[in-house]
């Protein structure tokens, strides 16, 4: 039987109606478990620019944009890099106690204001 603590943090607590503020949570109980909780922000910052570079190569692919021929079956595939750069922001934002809910939220209210051309 499960405690509290693992029914939240377990995997079957996403779904893909999943608010950001739940996907944050999730993700701190994930890091928490799996003993990634040490990490400083500026750790997680160049794991996440890590992960930017491979999901350029994922792109790179998925665009069928010149790369070298040999490696370029053993390149990631686009939805694992994505996810794995959104795993990092989420833990970022969490290690910086902020909400990107709020932040998004925040932002577009003054994108609203701007003017675009």
Do not use: C
Request: net charge negative; proline share 2%; aromatic share 6%.
């Amino acid at each position: 039987m499960k405690t509290a603590l693992e029914s939240r943090s377990s995997l079957e607590s996403i779904n893909e109606r999943s608010s950001v503020v739940a996907l944050q949570h999730y993700i701190h109980d994930m890091v928490v478990r799996r003993g990634f909780d040490k990490e400083s922000p500026r750790d997680v910052l160049l794991l996440m620019v890590e992960e930017i570079g491979e999901l350029a190569k994922a792109v790179r692919k998925y665009l069928g944009l010149k790369s070298d021929e040999e490696r370029k079956e053993r390149y990631p595939t686009l939805e694992g890099e994505l996810a794995d750069v959104f795993i990092y922001l989420l833990d970022l934002a969490n290690l910086l106690n902020t909400s990107l809910f709020h932040a998004l939220h925040e932002k577009e209210q003054e994108n609203e204001k701007r003017s675009w051309s």
